[in-house]
């Protein structure tokens, strides 16, 4: 079992930055593929971005291309989000999530996280 636990969410204004991370328990997370997901009020949850274990390899959704990096600390048994230029429409729950095997960031994730509340003000 892995237990994931967000944090680093909050308020903030349109333009602002926000990094948020990902801690893990249980097991290390070095073998896992690892997302980010969020989920905005009356929507669907979406993938947001995804890194493979070693880091060699992300995926980002089309918003947040160019705002969003995704990187991970496997000594830390950490995965982080860092958000620039953040606007309304990013507003949502931020989930982390682990994911087994290979390296696939629109298949099944197995472990997940509660999530974070991120809210950016206009």
């Known amino acids: 079992q892995v237990q994931l636990v967000e944090s680093g969410g909050g308020l903030v204004q349109a333009g602002d930055s926000l990094r948020l991370s990902c801690a893990a328990s249980?097991?290390?997370?070095?073998?896992?593929?690892m997302g980010w997901f969020r989920q905005a009020p009356g929507k669907d949850r979406e993938l947001v971005t995804a890194?493979?274990?070693?880091?060699?390899?992300?995926y980002y959704a089309d918003p947040v291309k160019g705002r969003f990096t995704i990187s991970r600390d496997n000594a830390k048994n950490t995965v982080y989000l860092q958000m620039n230029s953040l606007k309304p429409e990013d507003t949502a729950v931020y989930v982390c999530a682990a994911q087994l095997g290979k390296f696939r960031p629109s298949y099944e994730y197995h472990y997940w996280g509660q999530g974070t509340q991120v809210t950016v003000s206009s």
């Open positions: 249980g097991r290390t997370l070095s073998n896992y593929g």
């Open positions: 890194i493979s274990w070693g880091g060699g390899s992300t």
